[in-house]
């Protein structure tokens, strides 16, 4: 299990900028974010929610919502991207990923709003989950996009990841990548805190 203090959800907040120098804030999912994230995945095109999610749907069925809005439940956690439009805080990217202690990886999946493909967005939670990624001990960070999604695959190629055939599926492909950042060159200040607490908690954990 990983051993981030989950009490108080803001710790692990963090302020990014778009390529053109908007601010976003990533942070986890909190139960108010319901019907926002709802109305998220809504509001993208056919296309998107295809390559988010293989397949055909038109919302969150109830089961996946829920487990969209679990923090910490079976190591698996939900973060959104908020900016503010026209005075409300509105989600405009979701990342979901997962940490496997027993192979020292970390899974993970995002989308960004249609609107604002363009602003880096995507690269700036990539690099985002690269950080949390060396904050809970991964060694690897990987995932799985269809071979069609040019746009998925741009980003990892750019991102340093390396491709490798999907084990089960011939449409998808898999790209991954090794970290090997210390806890002490970790970017975001937030994780970089949460790796040395948990080093600290830990003095066998990598430094």
């Not at 302020?15 to 994230?37: A, I, K, Q, Y």
């Not at 190591?75 to 990342?95: N, S, Y």
């Not at 202690?101 to 960004?112: D, P, Q």
Request: proline share 3%.
């Amino acid at each position: 299990m990983s051993t981030l203090r989950l009490e108080d959800l803001k710790q692990y907040s963090d302020v990014m900028r778009t390529r053109h120098g908007e601010r976003l804030d990533l942070r986890f999912v909190e139960p108010r974010d319901t019907d926002e994230l709802q109305h998220y995945f809504r509001s993208l095109s056919t296309h998107s929610r295809y390559n988010r999610f293989f397949g055909a749907v038109s919302e969150l069925p109830k089961g996946l919502l829920r487990d969209f809005l679990e923090v910490g439940e079976r190591d698996r956690f939900t973060i959104v991207a908020t900016m503010m439009v026209d005075g409300f805080e509105t989600i405009v990217a979701e990342a979901r990923y997962a940490f496997h202690t027993e192979t020292a990886t970390l899974e993970f999946g995002l989308s960004v709003d249609d609107r604002w493909h363009g602003h880096g967005i995507a690269t700036a939670l990539m690099k985002n989950l690269e950080c949390r990624a060396a904050a809970l001990g991964a060694e690897h960070m990987f995932g799985d996009t269809l071979r069609s999604n040019e746009a998925m695959v741009s980003l990892a190629r750019k991102s340093g990841f390396a491709f490798v055939n999907h084990p089960d599926d011939w449409k998808l492909v898999r790209f991954d990548k090794e970290i090997s950042v210390g806890p002490k060159e970790i970017p975001c200040a937030s994780w970089r805190l949460a790796a040395l607490s948990r080093q600290a908690d830990n003095p066998s954990a990598s430094a």
